[in-house]
């Protein structure tokens, strides 16, 4: 079957570094994604990996080993706007296979 | 901004009434996405295009039909819905990603999400 687990809920502080672990186990694997969504908006793309290791975008990171079927997205110097839902996709074939999403809760 | 419009944003109807939820996009994309989110589930595929007239089923397309007469729209019916299908829907299209740059190890196709139509079927 497909499965794709991320924690439901992380807590932190503004200006802190946080990660939000994601481990896979897919039938198939062409890349993982990680899509950010604010409540009641839409998801919007942040980064995804397709081989091992990590790919960096200003603030955000993400990691990849496909060997132990995990991921993370690394999100620095947090600020309250990074409140959100963070979601971890994998792509098997066409379909995107999404996790439940992490609420992320950024205070002052 | 993929150039994605979803209408209607909101719909209120009622048990058995046929609704129909439209995709539109501006950019030529081949591929089309509807998905369902709802608490708990996260978001699920329901159908998706690669073509006009060319449509696969996804992980919970019971219930629901889609039509795609030409490439810039891509139509999502309930022929009769329940209050289960009480869900938020968004459509997405995919694109290579980095703007088409051929990443080592191959290409992943990102998607990109419409703004959403949250329906209730009381």
């Known amino acids: 079957g497909q499965n794709i687990d991320q924690p439901t809920e992380m807590t932190a502080t503004e200006g802190a570094i946080v990660q939000i672990n994601c481990t896979y186990q897919t039938s198939g694997f062409n890349g993982l994604f990680w899509y950010q969504q604010h409540a009641g908006e839409a998801p919007t793309f942040l980064s995804y990996?397709?081989?091992?290791g990590l790919e960096e975008k200003g603030r955000f990171s993400s990691f990849l080993s496909r060997s132990k079927g995990y991921s993370y997205l690394l999100l620095k110097e947090l600020q309250m706007k990074d409140s959100a839902s963070y979601l971890c996709?994998?792509?098997?074939?066409?379909?995107?296979?999404f996790g439940k999403g992490t609420t992320l809760s950024v205070s002052s | 901004d993929a150039g994605i419009t979803q209408s209607p944003r909101h719909k209120v109807t009622e048990t058995g009434t046929p609704v129909t939820l439209r995709c539109h996009q501006t950019?030529?994309?081949?591929?089309m996405y509807w998905y369902r989110q709802d608490p708990g589930h996260g978001l699920r595929l329901i159908h998706y295009s690669y073509g006009v007239k060319d449509t696969d089923k996804g992980e919970v397309s019971d219930g629901y039909s889609v039509s795609r007469s030409k490439t810039e729209d891509f139509l999502l019916t309930l022929e009769s819905a329940t209050s289960s299908q009480t869900s938020v829907y968004f459509c997405a299209i995919s694109v290579l990603s980095s703007g088409g740059e051929v990443k080592a190890g191959g290409l992943a196709d990102t998607q990109y999400f419409g703004p959403g139509t949250r329906l209730t079927v009381l």
């Open positions: 996709a994998v792509q098997a074939g066409t379909a995107l296979i």
């Open positions: 950019e030529n994309h081949r591929y």
């Open positions: 990996n397709v081989l091992d």
